[in-house]
């Protein structure tokens, strides 16, 4: 079973930056496609980075220009560089680890994320 384990989150002023950082526990990880997700209060769970195993990369509009996620294949670990914050940012920010043909995906726990001046 591999556990995923969010650091990072906090209050911070709009405008302001945190890095978010995921560390998983499994040997495969190099494999995985990693992304990071978020939950604002009353709303659903949306996808907010992923990257391959490969190091592609994709966005949700809402974050593109701002928002840069990465991989450390040698450390376990996947980062969330967040700039600019916006109030709407503000949500429970959870790393996810896939290999679909596998059938495997893994979540953290989240980590909570508050933009407010």
């Known amino acids: 079973q591999v556990q995923l384990v969010e650091s990072g989150g906090g209050l911070v002023q709009p405008g302001g930056s945190l890095t978010l950082s995921c560390v998983s526990s499994g040997r495969r990880f190099s494999i995985y496609a990693l992304g990071w997700h978020r939950q604002a209060p009353g709303e659903q769970r949306e996808l907010v980075a992923r990257?391959?195993?490969?190091?592609?990369?994709n966005y949700a509009d809402s974050v593109k220009g701002r928002f840069t996620i990465s991989r450390v294949n040698v450390k376990n670990t996947v980062y969330l560089q967040m700039n600019s914050l916006k109030p709407e940012d503000t949500g429970v920010y959870y790393c996810n680890a896939a290999d679909p043909p596998a059938g495997e995906e893994y979540w953290g726990k989240g980590t909570l994320v508050t933009v407010s001046s």
């Open positions: 990257i391959t195993s490969s190091g592609r990369t």
